[in-house]
């Protein structure tokens, strides 16, 4: 295991009629700003949730966060924030709300040159305004951890920062906000949720994880076992507190410290959804099953017990461990509904050319060791037409 | 799912040679008191690193915290803080010396009484001096809690307590200060981290809590796994900081949470200790195997799911799943060099009546349903004999 330093300071509030709770956490002469995203926390009763509990504050609000939330919106944000004399964030959605609130709250305080800087140069934060977070689709573990991704729709662009400056203080996961999820956002959160797992799990690393490794099977275990479930009792209470609980554990820090890291389907899939707008969620689908069919190799022992563990794959033959343990991912991300190649998109050699151009601009090395290079994604992108 | 609200403010060191770290951590101003047990961190070297790391330091030392530490010993240090203006502790050892210095770190604030009053009466802590922790013995999970277990020679009680207040500001968690723990305290860590974890995940509850479920096996699998190769290679560094890290993950608080604990075997070990001073893990593998047969009702998908996972015991027969799980913990703390009756440690009828007056007096009633009465827990001694 490699040396490491972390804390996770969020406070977790968690649970049936939680939303309430948030009054104890905000300063009561703290100006609150609500950011949402295009109004389903209206229809679903949240949106008025929040309200009652901040009656008493001053607050105001913005609505209309995107998903893959655009840089052009959060600085209509700082804005309003300067403008107001905000002191509180609250974030009330899913990642992309808590992502954009992440990247404004640190926004208002960058001083010394476009913020963008942040995302494109790794620009240093100081500061930040405090924020907490009301998540109501779990997917991204945004609401536990510290890191965000911003898109720039107009260059195309999808970048990530990170700065325990943006921890939320808070965040309230109350399950049955998840109810009225649709299928297609359910069936995201759970394909989200298994490729964060598998971007810190199936790494070539010489040393021994084995905690990790069986927390990361256990998150695993409990998605494949729940997500279906969802689909199919959307308001089954324990299904979705088990979903959301286990999509914050994915992603929120703990279990991927100690060992090396991948994201190379995620670095492939962001520039999939920079330039053709497909869902995050759907970009991962997609991607997921080339890179473990183009890197397996120092990765088999992982890919074996993710098989045996999470798939019930028992076989022998290595080759056809990797074979079944691949189409037992694809068909789960079907299961969820998800469609897994290029061509369901319409995308083809276009596509996969923009992406390799893009990569070899830029001079990206991927994956845990940096040994991904442009080449080797355009093989990857190659396997999933 | 239950409803909760949780955080866990502790930062994790992890790794060799970190103890240096603790300079960032500690305010350069303040006077500190290095509390450590018998001296073996003396031997070990981790003494001198802790010097070495705190020169620069006004620096005061108390050694001598006993294994189950003794309120009486935490009162004198309590003096020796008063003494010398002390700002800050450091607890250097295994979760004695932790637990001591978090109810030393309380007792020092605490007016209006006798601090005893912590333990026996709840009462409550409105302080506390801030402390550090150097972890020598993965056990107890004490470095990443708030829990505290301290023992009152002189009327022969073991008592705990609680305090958000008293959660570690750091932790250094370096597997190599365990290279040289005898065989005996590594068997006794990895039992107690057993047992920590079945406490918690063995349980009658309707609701559904697949995630935490999953965690638990996830800490179990990596334990029954690493446990026996710490005994056979020593300072092989993964193992130990597998090891480490999973008696850290088995209570620290957070996959307790949502769902009800037991904790009927460690109330019942507690007075083993108190009474005849038996290591407390041992007390834990005597009792345990008895706490499953006699409370296995409602709960029997947990014992099959722990004994499946863990210990690939795949019977079809409920009778026979039961009896062949609770053999295998039973074999693998024998493995762990524990025994695991009464009589191995010349205790009888005796033992068990004098356990259970005690149990009558305080008309205590035990785990996560308190259905434990005293008659329930003579039961399970006189099935331990």
Redesign the interface.
């Known amino acids: 295991?490699?040396?490491?330093?972390?804390?996770?300071?969020?406070?977790?509030?968690?649970?049936?009629?939680?939303i309430q709770?948030i009054k104890g956490e905000i300063p009561s002469d703290n100006k609150v700003l609500v950011i949402y995203g295009g109004g389903s926390v209206k229809k679903n009763g949240v949106y008025s949730q929040v309200m009652d509990a901040l009656s008493g504050y001053e607050v105001h609000e913005f609505s209309g966060i995107e998903p893959n939330p655009h840089y052009e919106t959060c600085m209509k944000v700082v804005d309003v924030i300067k403008e107001k004399g905000i002191d509180y964030l609250l974030a009330v959605g899913g990642g992309s709300v808590i992502d954009a609130t992440k990247f404004i709250a640190a926004a208002v305080y960058f001083e010394g040159g476009d913020p963008w800087d942040i995302l494109s140069k790794g620009a240093e934060i100081k500061k930040a305004l405090p924020f907490g977070t009301i998540l109501t689709l779990p997917a991204t573990g945004s609401e536990m951890n510290d890191g965000s991704v911003i898109s720039r729709v107009s260059i195309q662009e999808k970048l990530s920062f990170g700065s325990p400056l943006v921890y939320p203080k808070f965040s309230v996961l109350d399950?049955t906000t998840t109810f009225t999820l649709s299928p297609r956002q359910v069936g995201n959160g759970v394909i989200d949720t298994f490729v964060h797992v598998t971007e810190q799990y199936l790494t070539h690393y010489e040393?021994?994880?084995?905690?990790q490794d069986?927390?990361f099977?256990?998150?695993l275990?409990?998605i494949v076992?729940?997500g279906p479930k969802a689909l199919k009792r959307p308001t089954d209470?324990?299904?979705r507190?088990?979903l959301m609980?286990?999509s914050t554990?994915a992603l929120n820090g703990w279990f991927g410290?100690?060992i090396p890291q991948d994201w190379t389907t995620h670095m492939i899939g962001h520039e999939l959804t920079a330039f053709y707008g497909l869902d995050h969620a759907r970009t991962l689908a997609i991607i997921l099953p080339g890179v473990i069919r183009v890197t397996w190799e120092g990765k088999f022992e992982k890919i074996r017990s993710l098989g045996y563990e999470v798939f019930d794959v028992n076989k022998i033959d290595q080759e056809v461990t990797i074979g079944e343990t691949i189409d037992a991912i694809e068909d789960f991300f079907i299961s969820m509904g998800a469609k897994t190649h290029l061509s369901d998109y319409g995308l083809g050699d276009e596509a996969i050319n923009k992406v390799y151009k893009r990569m070899e601009e830029r001079q990206w090395k991927l994956g845990e060791s940096g040994n991904i290079t442009p080449n080797i994604v355009r093989e990857i992108l190659i396997l999933r037409k």
């Open positions: 295991m490699k040396n490491f330093s972390f804390v996770n300071p969020v406070k977790i509030i968690f649970g049936k009629d939680t709770e399950p040393g021994d994880s084995t905690l069986r927390m099977e256990g998150v275990k409990t076992a729940e209470y324990d299904v507190a088990n609980w286990a554990w410290k100690g």
